[in-house]
Antibody
Framework: QVQLVQSGAEVKKPGASVKVSCKASGYTFTSYVVHWVRQAPGQSLEWMGWINTGNGKAGYSRLFQDRVTITRDTSASTAYMELSSLRSEDTAVYFC????????????WGQGTLVTVSS | DIVMTQSPDSLAVSLGERATINCKSSQSLLYSSNNNNYLAWYQQKPGQPPKLLIYWASTRESGVPDRFSGSGSGTDFTLTISSLQPEDVAVYYCQQCFSSPYTFGQGTKLEIK
């Protein structure tokens, strides 16, 4: 069965960086794009970007363009999202999701990773 | 960027009654070459990731109960739950996947009256 398992919760200080991983199983990793979405406490979902796991090309929301980097390791079937220059407003749960190119939507999601930014 | 606006922000419906959630996009989500609307609906329960319910505005994801249905085209869309069950208490989001950034609505919180 398709699974996306994310790394554990993180606590970071303002100005630091965080790297969240998303390990895929149950399907061919390089056949699906992976998206990243975050959710601040009590807030809606905010789309951050994507990575083509086949060729490594990534695209980002302008809101995060300068601070986010999405990569992948095909040998580990894992996608990564790194966010730099963290501030308190970046405290959120970060989700990865598999994007179906057939149905053009996110069909499977990771469990989420809580990133807390606090001095 | 395409702005997605849901209404209402919250909704209380009696068990067995119909629940209707609306989603409006600032631009058409209809792709003329295949006549598909690039609009999805998700259900999110506390402490869980979103769960895909509907894609292409009206196609139910496998395993989703048939009391959930989606309709609409262009810029106006609706998620309907025909007979509310206790397990349907959640926040519901629409998302457009027509153009990047793939924006979400602000969410609609559905409760039991």
């Amino acid at each position: 069965q398709v699974q996306l398992v994310q790394s554990g919760a993180e606590v970071k200080k303002p100005g630091a960086s965080v790297k969240v991983s998303c390990k895929a199983s149950g399907y061919t990793f390089t056949s699906y794009v992976v998206h990243w979405v975050r959710q601040a406490p009590g807030q809606s979902l905010e789309w951050m970007g994507w990575i083509n796991t086949g060729n490594g090309k990534a695209g980002y929301s302008r809101l995060f363009q300068d601070r986010v980097t999405i990569t992948r390791d095909t040998s580990a079937s894992t996608a990564y999202m790194e966010l730099s220059s963290l501030r308190s407003e970046d405290t959120a749960v970060y989700f990865c999701a598999r994007f179906s190119g057939t149905y053009w939507t996110c069909d499977y999601w990771g469990q989420g990773t809580l990133v807390t930014v606090s001095s | 960027d395409i702005v997605m606006t849901q209404s209402p922000d919250s909704l209380a419906v009696s068990l067995g009654e119909r629940a209707t959630i609306n989603c409006k996009s600032s631009q058409s989500l209809l792709y003329s070459s295949n006549n598909n609307n690039y609009l999805a609906w998700y259900q999110q329960k506390p402490g869980q990731p979103p769960k895909l319910l509907i894609y292409w505005a009206s196609t139910r994801e496998s395993g989703v109960p048939d009391r959930f249905s989606g309709s609409g085209s262009g810029t106006d869309f609706t998620l309907t739950i025909s007979s509310l069950q206790p397990e349907d208490v959640a926040v519901y989001y629409c998302q457009q996947c027509f153009s990047s950034p793939y924006t979400f609505g602000q969410g609609t919180k559905l409760e039991i009256k």
